[in-house]
């Protein structure tokens, strides 16, 4: 079985790794540099029991088992330490109404903030901790995803004679979204920051009833902040309003994010269908992976098994072209 994956996101490269590690012949296809699309600018969080919160029940059970897939595919880069969520004094109803929401998860009080986030000590009067959750460095993990396929002669290219390949896997991203596909842009913003003042071990969520933050630490003291999602196509640089409020989202976490330096700042737009779960879709030798929404990282690992599953049960055909 000769298969053609197109589109070297996230979506695509997990796709590849799964296909590839079962035996089959596969090329990447991607006019642009691996990794290069959304999935760069990603949080990285693989958070299914916070997803929760807004997510179904869908995404959650897959999510689940992403923790072990991403550890067994890239050893060493997953980091198993939870996740934080508080929220300031005048915002505990958010806290109370994430906590309804989700599951598995501990309440702590302002000394068990401090004990697990000794940079937020004081800060906050309550919080959840989500003990089970995990993150990685998404631009990392693209990068060792492309490695390991290498390492296994899957073949990356610019361009391609789609008739030489028996299946076609479209996981193009973005690029699906056209009339009659059912898929609609998100746009995400996030930014970069730099500050040797502020020392957090885990992602940490702050709840606000207009623009919920995370902070993801990346070591070298640089801070991955994010979280916006506005129902956009727009493919511009991120906005001065959104740029205002994830900064103020920021400080309020600390105030030493008010003197951090801005090193980096990023938009993407994802693909996400009318109920944001991501899907398998197509039929024959022409399949297609989209709809990540904001559940790329979470939700790659779980749909590539079933894609190499289902490819696994069709029998070998004659010739790439029958």
């Not at 796709?15 to 760069?40: C, E, I, N, Y």
């Not at 599951?103 to 989500?130: C, K, Q």
Request: neutral net charge; contains cysteine; hydrophobic residues 45%.
């Amino acid at each position: 079985m000769t298969i053609l994956v197109k589109g070297a996101g996230v979506a695509g490269l997990t796709a590849a790794f799964a296909l590839a590690r079962r035996g089959h012949s596969v090329t990447l296809l991607d006019p642009k540099s691996p990794g290069m699309g959304a999935s760069h600018y990603a949080g990285g969080m693989l958070a299914p029991w916070c997803e929760g919160e807004t997510a179904p029940a869908a995404v959650v059970e897959a999510g689940e088992h992403a923790i072990d897939w991403w550890e067994e595919a890239l050893p060493g880069l997953v980091e198993r330490k939870g996740t934080l969520v508080v929220a300031p004094p005048r915002d505990q109803s958010e806290l109370e109404r994430f906590a309804r929401r989700t599951s598995r998860h501990v309440w702590l009080d302002e000394a068990g903030i401090a004990e697990l986030e000794p940079a937020l000590a004081g800060r906050f009067r309550r919080g959840l901790f989500f003990r089970d959750e995990a993150h990685l460095d998404p631009r990392k993990a693209l990068a060792g995803l492309v490695d390991a396929l290498t390492s296994m002669d899957v073949k990356i290219l610019t361009e391609a004679d789609e008739r030489a390949f028996s299946h076609i896997i479209d996981c193009t991203g973005r690029a699906a979204i056209q009339p009659g596909s059912q898929l609609r842009g998100v746009r995400g913003e996030m930014l970069y920051l730099r500050t040797s003042d502020v020392t957090l071990s885990r992602p940490v969520r702050l709840l606000h009833p207009r623009i919920p933050l995370y902070v993801v630490p990346r070591g070298e003291g640089r801070f991955m902040v994010g979280a916006t999602m506005i129902e956009s196509e727009h493919d511009g640089p991120i906005s001065a309003r959104s740029l205002m409020e994830l900064l103020n989202a920021a400080y309020t976490l600390h105030p030493a994010f008010g003197e951090a330096e801005v090193i980096e700042t990023g938009t993407g737009i994802r693909p996400a269908y009318a109920d944001n779960i991501p899907r398998i879709t197509g039929e024959g030798r022409h399949l297609a992976i989209n709809g990540m929404y904001r559940h790329g990282f979470l939700m790659a690992p779980a749909l590539a098994e079933e894609l190499a599953a289902r490819l696994q049960a069709v029998p070998q055909r004659r010739s790439a072209t029958a």
